[in-house]
């Protein structure tokens, strides 16, 4: 129930949700955003007191210190689902900020979206929309795809593997970060309709905004999933479990999710990063 592009017959992010909820369960979650819990009184913020202003567990840092490993200055980079680069005016730790931002470390950093927000990215050096489910970009021109939180949305995974495997050139790679299956706010999201997470979202996390939520259909969130997608790729994913993100801006909220963190197998609790090489 991350961040992403808005409903259009495009590469991805689909008109429809795979799964609904209870209609007594899509009245309440219509109505979470008039409540207000006396733990959510003051907003709790977990990384305030740490030195860099990031948790030990910061999957932000994690995903994007590896993509900073992989690469070079002469590299053509394409950010897909770069959606409208919220992170770059908004994102308040400078750490994060600066470890995501790669315009400066490559030849050329593109960005693509299905929404037209993507046109105004200031993140990037070009902006291109994602039109009848095509990349605007020649083929084999790119040496590293970034899909961050992009792949839950994702409808038509064949198509999307495609024009992956298309615009990427050998040896380049294509990594992404995205919720597991399984994970218990994928599965969550499942059960409650699509129309209803934004208010769902705006209750767990007070300063998502609307335009920042969007479907989701988790069908290719799995590394199994990954490696039938892309089956001639060196496939070097793994499952990381950051500090819980949905904590209600509540210390108690907050330490009670790290105990079920501590507690449930890796599945439940982890992100899938996919870090994936085509061949030469």
Same mark, same amino acid.
């Given at each position: 129930?991350?961040?992403?592009?808005?409903?259009?017959?495009?590469?991805?992010?689909?008109?429809? !949700?795979?799964?609904?909820?209870?209609?007594?369960?899509?009245?309440?979650?219509?109505?979470?955003?008039?409540?207000?819990?006396?733990?959510?009184?003051?907003?709790?913020?977990?990384?305030?007191?740490?030195?860099?202003?990031?948790?030990?567990?910061?999957?932000?840092?994690?995903?994007?210190?590896?993509?900073?490993?992989?690469?070079?200055?002469?590299?053509?980079?394409?950010?897909?689902?770069?959606?409208?680069?919220?992170?770059?005016?908004?994102?308040?730790?400078?750490?994060?900020?600066?470890?995501?931002?790669?315009?400066?470390?490559?030849?050329?950093?593109?960005?693509?979206?299905?929404?037209?927000?993507?046109?105004?990215? !200031?993140?990037?050096?070009?902006?291109?929309?994602?039109?009848?489910?095509?990349?605007?970009? !020649?083929?084999?021109?790119?040496?590293?795809?970034?899909?961050?939180?992009?792949?839950?949305?994702?409808?038509?995974?064949?198509?999307?593997?495609?024009?992956?495997?298309?615009?990427?050139?050998?040896?380049?790679?294509?990594?992404?970060?995205?919720?597991?299956?399984?994970?218990?706010?994928?599965?969550?999201?499942?059960?409650?309709?699509?129309?209803?997470?934004?208010?769902?979202?705006?209750?767990?996390?007070?300063?998502?905004?609307?335009?920042?939520?969007?479907?989701?259909?988790?069908?290719?969130?799995?590394?199994?999933?990954?490696?039938?997608?892309?089956?001639?790729?060196?496939?070097?994913?793994?499952?990381?479990?950051?500090?819980?993100?949905?904590?209600?801006?509540?210390?108690?909220?907050?330490?009670?999710?790290?105990?079920?963190?501590?507690?449930?197998?890796?599945?439940?609790?982890?992100?899938?990063?996919?870090?994936?090489?085509?061949?030469?």
């Amino acid at each position: 129930m991350r961040v992403r592009r808005r409903r259009l017959n495009s590469l991805y992010r689909g008109p429809a !949700p795979i799964a609904t909820s209870p209609h007594f369960l899509g009245r309440i979650c219509s109505r979470l955003g008039l409540f207000q819990l006396s733990v959510m009184s003051s907003r709790f913020d977990p990384s305030s007191t740490m030195i860099g202003g990031y948790l030990p567990l910061d999957g932000t840092i994690e995903f994007y210190g590896r993509i900073n490993f992989i690469l070079k200055p002469t590299d053509v980079v394409l950010d897909l689902g770069a959606g409208r680069g919220a992170w770059f005016t908004e994102e308040r730790c400078s750490t994060r900020r600066q470890i995501r931002e790669l315009k400066p470390k490559v030849r050329r950093l593109i960005g693509v979206d299905v929404d037209p927000a993507v046109l105004s990215n !200031p993140s990037t050096n070009e902006n291109y929309l994602v039109e009848d489910g095509k990349i605007p970009l !020649p083929s084999n021109s790119v040496d590293v795809i970034i899909a961050d939180y992009v792949l839950e949305h994702v409808l038509e995974v064949n198509n999307f593997a495609e024009e992956i495997d298309r615009v990427l050139r050998p040896g380049g790679f294509f990594c992404a970060r995205t919720p597991h299956r399984f994970q218990y706010v994928s599965i969550v999201a499942r059960f409650v309709r699509n129309t209803h997470h934004s208010s769902v979202l705006r209750f767990a996390q007070r300063t998502r905004k609307k335009e920042d939520i969007f479907p989701t259909a988790y069908r290719l969130n799995t590394i199994k999933g990954i490696s039938a997608a892309f089956p001639r790729y060196d496939n070097y994913s793994y499952l990381y479990a950051s500090e819980p993100f949905y904590y209600f801006e509540s210390k108690l909220i907050y330490a009670l999710f790290c105990w079920f963190h501590r507690i449930l197998p890796k599945i439940f609790v982890s992100n899938l990063f996919a870090f994936l090489r085509k061949p030469n």
